[in-house]
């Protein structure tokens, strides 16, 4: 059984920044992907950012070059940096983790982000 819990959001203004943190507990393994996810109002679910034990990261067009995913494996935790913020990334934010091993899929139970124009 894995658990993530997220943490760090919020309401801001158009430019401003905020910083995501998730932290795991349970069996889970550095080569584990991990990763952001958000789902705004009347839309799906969709990829913000993800990366692997090795550091590989990989973005939505949306948010390439304003925001930086990180991960911290020591400390089983995950991070989104979150710079220049938009209105348009108004969203729930959640945090996903991918077990290799088993092929089962994680979720936190989501962070309001909140960005006023």
């Known amino acids: 059984q894995v658990q993530l819990v997220e943490s760090g959001g919020g309401l801001v203004q158009a430019g401003g920044s905020l910083r995501l943190s998730c932290v795991a507990s349970?069996?889970?393994?550095?080569?584990?992907?991990m990763g952001w996810y958000r789902q705004a109002p009347g839309k799906q679910r969709e990829m913000v950012a993800t990366?692997?034990?090795?550091?590989?990261?990989n973005y939505a067009d949306s948010v390439k070059g304003r925001f930086t995913v990180s991960r911290d494996n020591a400390k089983k935790m995950a991070y989104l940096q979150m710079n220049s913020l938009i209105p348009e990334d108004t969203a729930v934010y959640y945090c996903?983790?991918?077990?290799?091993?088993?092929?089962?899929?994680?979720w936190g139970q989501g962070t309001q982000v909140t960005v006023s124009s």
């Open positions: 349970g069996s889970i393994f550095s080569s584990d992907r």
């Open positions: 996903h983790l991918f077990q290799y091993s088993n092929h089962m899929n994680w």
């Open positions: 990366i692997t034990s090795g550091s590989n990261t």
